[in-house]
């Protein structure tokens, strides 16, 4: 096979060449690279030469397949050639057009579409400084690094919001959930772990009597106000914790005189759900807990009070604890993904989601969320808190120039069941949906806010 090219480029820029950084260029023939490692399916039976910009022939070693992962799926831009000593990947904007893309330039963005139609957008590419367009795509063998890690204990460890691996092993070994798959065995340090954990005074085990059924016992705590304000403007959560099941329910409040309308709601809740009626409360002597209303309420309704002593938060063990650990994951899945804080909210709902789904001391090999429920938990989808995701967009919401699915951030689980909560960094929005691609292993770049170039 004979392939001939020349290539007249102008890009050499000083700054420094990333491996997997490919530019598109209208200056050259062809789409070619001089790392191997980028290519799969190299065919080596090439005979053809390039004519470098200095005039100088190079031989054509090889020619390849770079693979991208796309929003829809791996996609392949095929014949790739490999030149032996060419620092930068370029990609050839008329091969480009005649293997069928279509590409727009203009304000400062070049847009890769995958047909002339322009159905649907591959990526958009940003224009730097040195009015180059850089795009960086996955190669071949960082996919195959990425399916392994998909099947590695940690992608579990994070998705259950950095669960230890003895937790893991508990999870699996007493079958405690559906959908968590055989794990090998696995030691190591997570560095969003070693930044969620902080050093606290231990609390003595709680020594009280524990409740015999549902709703009979229930502890209460208010926390905060924390030093950013959510999306929605709350500064302090509510936890509520059922003695019995250890089931956590979490509120977001903008002041703690919300906390009585928040105790309303779950009192109605849960005691629909369990047909059971909430018989006693034990809080802290915190103003919002101790209001006229509040009182006069669990008096009507025969609710007992139990109040702990002030300073001696010890008496409150249950649910300063929990506090404490939700807190902590939060931080270490915020960390992880190195989040901005005002996302603390949808970072504790998670915590406490995960938590009702993961093993806890004070119950006997079977999750909160089954002591409560009577059924076990399905963990098969849940994802790591923080991912990019792309949510696929409804034709008729759609121009017909747009993309079909919208960038974002996972974070969170929906109330319905099998629903994601994405935070839409450019609109500030919280969005809802059930059909959600996740790439698990990258981040929102935060720093950037109009962050356009694809990062998979
Ligand atoms: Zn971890």
């Known amino acids: 096979m004979e392939v001939t090219g020349n290539l007249f480029y102008a890009n050499c820029s000083t700054t420094e060449i990333k491996a997997n950084e490919w530019y598109i260029d209208s200056g050259c023939s062809n789409h070619m690279t001089g790392n191997l490692e980028l290519l799969a399916d190299v065919r080596t039976n090439v005979a053809g030469r390039v004519q470098m910009p200095t005039g100088a022939l190079v031989s054509v070693a090889g020619i390849g397949s770079l693979s991208i992962d796309t929003a829809k799926g791996r996609k392949y831009i095929r014949e790739v050639m490999y030149l032996p000593g060419l620092k930068e990947n370029l990609l050839s904007v008329g091969q480009m057009d005649e293997h069928g893309y279509c590409l727009v330039f203009g304000e400062g963005m070049c847009r890769v579409f995958d047909s002339p139609s322009m159905d649907y957008l591959i990526t958009k590419v940003e224009m730097k400084s040195n009015r180059c367009y850089p795009v960086s795509f996955l190669a071949e063998k960082q996919l195959l690094m990425k399916t392994s890690f998909l099947q590695s204990p940690w992608i579990w460890h994070k998705r259950l919001g950095h669960l230890n691996f003895g937790g893991l092993k508990q999870l699996r070994d007493k079958e405690m959930v559906h959908g968590l798959p055989q794990l090998e065995e696995q030691s190591g340090v997570c560095e969003g772990c070693q930044f969620g954990k902080q050093h606290r005074n231990v609390f003595p085990k709680d020594q009280a009597q524990r409740a015999s059924k549902v709703l009979e016992l229930v502890h209460v705590d208010?926390?905060?106000?924390?030093?950013?304000?959510?999306?929605?403007?709350?500064?302090?959560?509510?936890?509520?914790?059922?003695?019995?099941?250890?089931?956590?329910?979490?509120?977001?409040?903008?002041?703690?005189?919300?906390?009585?309308?928040?105790?309303?709601?779950?009192?109605?809740?849960?005691?629909?759900?369990?047909?059971?009626?909430?018989?006693?409360?034990?809080?802290?002597?915190?103003?919002?807990?101790?209001?006229?209303?509040?009182?006069?309420?669990?008096?009507?309704?025969?609710?007992?009070?139990?109040?702990?002593?002030?300073?001696?938060?010890?008496?409150?063990?249950?649910?300063?604890?929990?506090?404490?650990?939700?807190?902590?994951?939060?931080?270490?899945?915020?960390?992880?993904?190195?989040?901005?804080?005002?996302?603390?909210?949808?970072?504790?709902?998670?915590?406490?989601?995960?938590?009702?789904?993961?093993?806890?001391?004070?119950?006997?090999?079977?999750?909160?969320?089954?002591?409560?429920?009577?059924?076990?938990?399905?963990?098969?989808?849940?994802?790591?808190?923080?991912?990019?995701?792309?949510?696929?967009?409804?034709?008729?919401?759609?121009?017909?120039?747009?993309?079909?699915?919208?960038?974002?951030?996972?974070?969170?689980?929906?109330?319905?069941?099998?629903?994601?909560?994405?935070?839409?960094?450019?609109?500030?929005?919280?969005?809802?949906?059930?059909?959600?691609?996740?790439?698990?292993?990258?981040?929102?770049?935060?720093?950037?806010?109009?962050?356009?170039?694809?990062?998979?």
């Not at 929605?232 to 509120?251: E, G």
């Not at 709601?265 to 759900?273: A, G, I, N, W, Y």
């Not at 103003?287 to 409150?316: H, K, V, W």
């Open 222 to 456: 208010l926390c905060g106000p924390m030093r950013n304000e959510s999306v929605a403007r709350n500064i302090y959560f509510m936890l509520i914790i059922d003695d019995f099941t250890r089931m956590i329910w979490v509120y977001f409040l903008r002041n703690k005189s919300e906390a009585f309308y928040c105790f309303k709601k779950f009192k109605s809740m849960t005691e629909l759900q369990t047909g059971h009626k909430v018989q006693c409360i034990r809080s802290d002597r915190g103003g919002e807990f101790l209001s006229t209303d509040f009182l006069e309420f669990c008096e009507a309704n025969g609710i007992q009070r139990q109040l702990t002593m002030a300073y001696t938060p010890q008496q409150n063990g249950v649910v300063e604890r929990k506090n404490r650990i939700v807190i902590e994951m939060a931080k270490s899945m915020l960390h992880e993904k190195v989040m901005p804080y005002f996302l603390w909210t949808e970072a504790a709902h998670t915590a406490v989601y995960l938590l009702n789904r993961c093993p806890t001391k004070a119950l006997n090999n079977i999750t909160p969320f089954e002591a409560y429920s009577g059924r076990k938990p399905g963990i098969a989808h849940l994802k790591v808190f923080g991912s990019l995701c792309y949510i696929h967009v409804p034709t008729e919401l759609r121009h017909k120039l747009e993309p079909k699915s919208t960038k974002g951030v996972f974070v969170g689980y929906a109330t319905c069941e099998k629903g994601y909560r994405v935070f839409d960094p450019v609109s500030n929005k919280l969005l809802l949906s059930r059909d959600v691609t996740f790439d698990e292993e990258n981040a929102w770049r935060w720093t950037d806010k109009n962050e356009s170039v694809m990062t998979t």
